[in-house]
């Protein structure tokens, strides 16, 4: 199986920066998963999608609403994934996922498989 573990998160105001990991281990990681991605969710909302890297790092997307201030990144040596957010604003506020799919690439939470804990971001204004 996979287990994912994300780690960075914390309180920062408003135009600050915060970098998230995740962190991969599991047996069968390396030989099923493709893509991964970065989700965050607002109580009572759903689960929006944030941030997509492929298993080779050659394609990279992103929502209209992070781009040109998030950049994902992952080293598959090491089993882990980065998101570097920069000038943060308090709607960027959230419990952030860190996610692995069998799929070459989605922006659908129902396509990736396996999910980490969540870390919480909030931004103060």
């Known amino acids: 199986q996979v287990q994912l573990v994300e780690s960075g998160g914390g309180l920062v105001q408003a135009g600050g920066s915060l970098r998230l990991s995740c962190t991969a281990s599991g047996r069968t990681f390396s030989s099923i998963i493709m893509a991964m991605g970065w989700f965050r969710q607002d109580p009572g909302k759903e689960r929006e999608f944030v941030a997509f890297i492929s298993l080779g790092s050659s394609s990279t997307d992103y929502a209209d609403s992070v781009k040109g201030r998030f950049t994902i990144s992952r080293d598959n040596a090491k089993n882990m994934m980065y998101l570097q957010m920069n000038s943060l604003k308090p709607e960027d506020t959230a419990v952030y996922y860190c996610?692995?799919?069998?799929?070459?690439?989605?922006?659908?939470?129902?396509?990736?498989?396996?999910w980490g804990q969540g870390t919480q971001v909030t931004v103060s204004s």
């Open positions: 996610a692995a799919s069998t799929y070459y690439y989605s922006r659908l939470p129902k396509n990736y498989g396996y």
